[in-house]
C-alpha cells in the first residue's frame, strides 16, 4: 500500500500525462484519461498490422510522448529511440523504462522531427503517429520521415471526417479550379487558432489527402488497422516530390542567402 502510494505520488510529480501506461506494480499514469485507456484500446487494433517478431529491428518513434508504442514495440524485440520535443514528455518516457525494466532496449531523447534534415540515419520502422497534424511543416516532414525508413512507416493524424474521395484528374486546367471545390477533394484544413483549445493543432487534412500525401512522399498504404491509422511500406519517391527536399538538404549544408 505504502509503495503504491509512493508510485502514485511520482506518477503525479510527473504530471500531466497523455499516456495511460500501466506499470509492472498495476498503478496507471492516467486512468482518468478523457479519451478512455489511452492508448491501448488503439493498439488493440493496431498490435495484429505490425510484425510479432521485431528482432534486429531499429525502431524511431517520433513524438513518442511517455512512451506507450515504443514500450509495445521493444517488447517485440525491437530497438527503439524514441523522440519528443517537450521535456516533460521525455522524462516520463524515462522513468517509465526504468519502472518496466526496458532500458537497454528503448532510449528517449529530447529531439524534433525536423532534426531528421540533419540526419542520414535509417531505421526498420518509423512510428508516425499523432504528430502530422501538430506540424506548420508537415509534408516536409513526411518527406523527412519516408527518407528515414527502411521497411515499415506506422502513421497516424487527426483527420476531417468522412472518407470520401472525389476522382483526381491528373491535369486541372486554370480554368477548371472549380473541381478543386468538390468536398470530396483532397485537402487539408487550415488551423489558424485551435481546435480543441490546442494551439499546436495546424492541418488537419482529409481521409483523401492523407492517401494523396503518402503516394506523394513514396509510401505505399498496406493496411489500415484503426481509424486514421495507415500501416505504409516505402517505395520509390516520386521524382516531382524529393526535388524540394534535395533543395532544402542542400542549402543548410550550403547557405547562399543572408
Ligand atoms: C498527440 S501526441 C501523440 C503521442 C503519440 N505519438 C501517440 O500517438 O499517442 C503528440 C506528440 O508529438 C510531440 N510533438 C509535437 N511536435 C513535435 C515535433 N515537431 N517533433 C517531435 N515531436 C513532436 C508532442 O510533444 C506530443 O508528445
New binding site residues.
Partial sequence: MALQSSMREQISGLGPW??NLHLPDGTQTSPDHPFGD??SF?WQHVASAVPDDLTGWSVL??????G??SFELARRGARVLG????PL?VRQARWAAREFDMKDRVDFIE?????LLGASQHYDMV?????FY??RYPTL?LDLVRRATRRLMVF?SMTMPGEERAVVPTDVPLNRRELMLDEHWPKMAFVEHRVADDD?NWWVPNAACVEGLLRSAGFEVVSRPEHEFYVCKPVSVPAESSRDLARIAASIAAPTAS
Fill in positions: 497523455f499516456h489511452f492508448p488503439k518513434d517520433i513524438g513518442c510522448n511517455a506507450f508504442y523522440v519528443d520535443v517537450e514528455y529531439g524534433d522531427v525536423y532534426g512510428w508516425f503517429t499523432g504528430v501538430h506540424l516532414a497516424q499546436s
